[in-house]
């Protein structure tokens, strides 16, 4: 019994020492982790305040240069000596590849092609194909942009047909469309074609799917021409969504319609929704 109360008496002084050599070197171990794992979270701190503060600044630089670009582009467009058609194209084209997304540059079209027209020289056929090139250019980029986040369609338009069904109109094949979940049935009647302005005059209809009376049915008539823009000129749904018809083509015989529906979110800067619209999207994130 003392035999065995003296072999643990040795490895009490033993262990004693030992237990505290570990103690101190978890002590430290742990030390060294928690500091080495502070650190490095208050460099990624560090590191993503520094990226947020380069790209705030970025953003406020460019948005700095498109204020004076647009400012002194508009200046210089709306002069009362702005120069040559050339140059008021020039300036046109710097507008739209730079804004076309904010501004509605319908009226610049339209005003400057208007002026190509009465020109004292006659009608430059050069500078008319420049201008609707542009516009189609800006449209097209538009459409893509929208077809990727919503659903479209295309629709020939046979302008004798429209001539000769007088005020009734030509009928398209109607069509279904579904955005975020949503169908909708549109319908398009071609009301009548001008050839001299290449602009058909168009009534819409869109009806959510299932038919019947619904409230919901949007119904609108309005002329498009290679100066109106999907992202700005487009149609207010019931739904929120947006909805928005191009003329692609316009030819002797035959014009091509080309329908694209959206999220509303994806529309121009101009386009604000409705107070409604906010109201049933707050509802709609509570639910969830």
Not at 95 to 112: I, R
Request: proline share 3%.
């Amino acid at each position: 019994m003392s035999d065995s109360k003296d072999r643990w008496d040795k490895f009490g002084v033993v262990l004693a020492p030992l237990g505290g050599l570990l103690t101190a070197i978890s002590v430290a171990t742990v030390g060294f982790v928690g500091t080495t794992m502070i650190d490095r979270q208050q460099t990624a701190s560090t590191d993503a305040r520094l990226y947020s503060e380069l790209m705030s600044q970025r953003e406020q630089a460019e948005s700095t240069l498109r204020k004076d670009m647009l400012v002194s582009v508009i200046q210089s467009y709306l002069a009362a000596d702005a120069g040559t058609v050339d140059a008021r194209l020039l300036q046109l084209e710097l507008l739209a590849y730079n804004f076309h997304d904010s501004l509605n540059l319908k009226p610049l079209f339209m005003d400057l092609d208007r002026q190509i027209r009465v020109a004292p020289g006659g009608v430059d056929a050069d500078h008319v194909r420049r201008l609707r090139r542009v516009a189609r250019e800006i449209a097209d980029r538009q459409r893509f942009a929208l077809e990727l986040r919503g659903d479209s369609f295309r629709r020939m338009v046979d302008l004798q047909e429209v001539a000769a069904e007088g005020k009734a109109g030509l009928a398209l094949d109607p069509a279904t469309v579904t955005v975020e979940g949503k169908t909708s049935n549109i319908s398009i009647r071609v009301l009548r074609a001008d050839p001299a302005s290449h602009t058909v005059q168009i009534r819409l209809e869109v009806q959510p799917d299932g038919g019947g009376a619904s409230p919901d049915v949007t119904r609108t008539e309005f002329e498009v021409g290679y100066f109106d823009f999907p992202m700005i000129d487009s149609t207010h749904l019931a739904n929120g969504q947006r909805c928005a018809v191009l003329l692609s083509a316009f030819g002797q015989d035959t014009a091509e319609l080309t329908t694209v529906c959206f999220p509303g979110e994806y529309a121009s800067l101009k386009d604000r929704p409705y107070y409604d619209e906010v109201v049933e999207q707050l509802k709609l994130r509570q639910a969830r």
